[in-house]
T-cell receptor
Framework: QQPVQSPQAVILREGEDAVINCSSSKALYSVHWYRQKHGEAPVFLMILLKGGEQKGHEKISASFNEKKQQSSLYLTASQLSYSGTYFCVVRWYIFGTGTRLKVLA | GAVVSQHPSWVICKSGTSVKIECRSLDFQATTMFWYRQFPKQSLMLMATSNEGSKATYEQGVEKDKFLINHASLTLSTLTVTSAHPEDSSFYIC??????????????FGAGSRLTVL
């Protein structure tokens, strides 16, 4: 039931782009994305409610394909502050497997 | 915005003792709260759903008698780890959502409690 994310980990240089994918085995009606820094609580990034919907937050955007039961998070021109672990969340309380992102100067 | 306070932020205890972690919604009433456990470099795993005025709903594999959850009021849920052992050492996080909101709304998280059992 836990959504599977890919990749598990990624290392970027500042300014590079990354895509994080989230795949569910069950039908999706919404997807939330959170970022967690080490030792801290997850912080909400965005929510997608409709199939095919894309939303953006600064240089971070996401898409949601309910037919494929997938969502993707796009990070463009990454900054050092983007480092952390990214989680998709379905049924608003079930966390995905997580993707560790490290941005290097 | 909504704020959830979790206490203590860290605790060290001896094996065999019990530890209580509190989760409070400060500016809203939470009929439902969620308790998660997170091991290093792993995802948040839902342990149980705490419902005000009724018994908690535990996820498969979570021992009810070991992880006691009490949701006695609309602003407080507690998790008690009974007879703690070193394998219970973990990061425990609670979350809540404001009542009356639909399934699309965002969870508000506590800051987490790091438990170390010696």
């Amino acid at each position: 039931q836990q959504p599977v994310q890919s990749p598990q980990a990624v290392i970027l240089r500042e300014g590079e782009d990354a895509v994080i994918n989230c795949s569910s085995s069950k039908a999706l009606y919404s997807v939330h994305w959170y970022r967690q820094k080490h030792g801290e609580a997850p912080v909400f990034l965005m929510i997608l409610l409709k199939g095919g919907e894309q939303k953006g937050h600064e240089k971070i955007s996401a898409s949601f394909n309910e037919k494929k039961q997938q969502s993707s998070l796009y990070l463009t021109a990454s900054q050092l502050s983007y480092s952390g672990t990214y989680f998709c969340v379905v049924r608003w309380y079930i966390f995905g497997t997580g993707t560790r992102l490290k941005v290097l100067a | 915005g909504a704020v959830v306070s979790q206490h203590p932020s860290w605790v060290i205890c001896k094996s065999g003792t019990s530890v209580k972690i509190e989760c409070r919604s400060l500016d809203f009433q939470a009929t439902t709260m969620f308790w998660y456990r997170q091991f290093p470099k792993q995802s948040l795993m839902l342990m149980a759903t705490s419902n005000e005025g009724s018994k908690a709903t535990y996820e498969q594999g979570v021992e009810k008698d070991k992880f006691l959850i009490n949701h006695a009021s609309l602003t407080l849920s507690t998790l008690t780890v009974t007879s703690a052992h070193p394998e219970d050492s973990s990061f425990y996080i609670c979350s809540a959502r404001e009542p009356g909101t639909n399934w699309a709304n965002v969870l508000t998280f506590g800051a987490g409690s790091r438990l170390t059992v010696l």
